[in-house]
Nanobody
């Protein structure tokens, strides 16, 4: 089994910064893409950013230039640095990872429990 544990959410004023972290643990053989999604009240879950095992990145247009995704493969951890936060960034942020386990060498999607980010004055 694989667990994703997120941390770093909270309340921040507009223009402020936060860094989210997500550590994967368990019977991991290999991790492919890792990413962050978010879901605001009444809206669909959307991709925010993702990063491949070779560190190529992809961002939704709304966060380009403000958010930076990175990962530490040795620690099975992905980060999301969020700068110049806006009220519209308020959402529950979920970590996602495509993981092949020791038991099954096929890649499957795993999700964290979510962490709340609130941007408000």
């Amino acid at each position: 089994q694989v667990q994703l544990v997120e941390s770093g959410g909270g309340l921040v004023q507009p223009g402020g910064s936060l860094r989210l972290s997500c550590a994967a643990s368990g019977s991991i053989f290999s991790i492919d893409t890792m990413g962050w999604y978010r879901q605001a009240p009444g809206k669909e879950r959307e991709l925010v950013a993702r990063i491949s095992s070779s560190h190529s990145t992809d961002y939704v247009d709304a966060v380009k230039g403000r958010f930076t995704i990175s990962r530490d493969n040795a620690k099975n951890t992905v980060y999301l640095r969020m700068n110049s936060l806006k009220p519209e960034d308020t959402a529950v942020y979920y970590c996602n990872a495509r993981v092949a386990t020791v038991r099954s060498l096929y890649f499957n999607d795993y999700w964290g429990q979510g962490t709340q980010v609130t941007v408000s004055s």
